[in-house]
């Protein structure tokens, strides 16, 4: 459900945690390497804009209906 807590405990490139966001879930991810840390965290990042831009477009779709 919306809102709820995805728990990825080897998170790699966050990719579970990527589709987490796009369901509207929270996504909490842990890894052993700092590297894939960091990479799921700029994935993570990526993903956030483009959905509030796609928000956006729905908002502002919803005005002109």
């Known amino acids: 459900d919306e809102g709820d807590l995805v ?6 490139e ?4 990527v589709q987490a ?3 509207g879930r929270v996504p909490l991810g842990i890894d052993a ?3 894939s840390i960091s990479n ?3 994935r993570l990042q990526e993903t956030l ?3 509030d831009a ?3 477009i ?3 779709d919803q005005k002109l209906i």
Do not use: H, I
């Not at 966050?14 to 945690?17: I, Q």
């Open 49 to 51: 804009q483009v959905r």
């Open 58 to 60: 729905a908002e502002s």
């Open 21 to 23: 966001v796009w369901l």
């Open 40 to 42: 799921t965290e700029k």
């Open 33 to 35: 390497s700092a590297q």
């Open 14 to 17: 966050g990719s579970t945690l």
């Open 54 to 56: 796609y928000r956006k």
């Open 7 to 12: 728990l990825d405990p080897f998170c790699g």
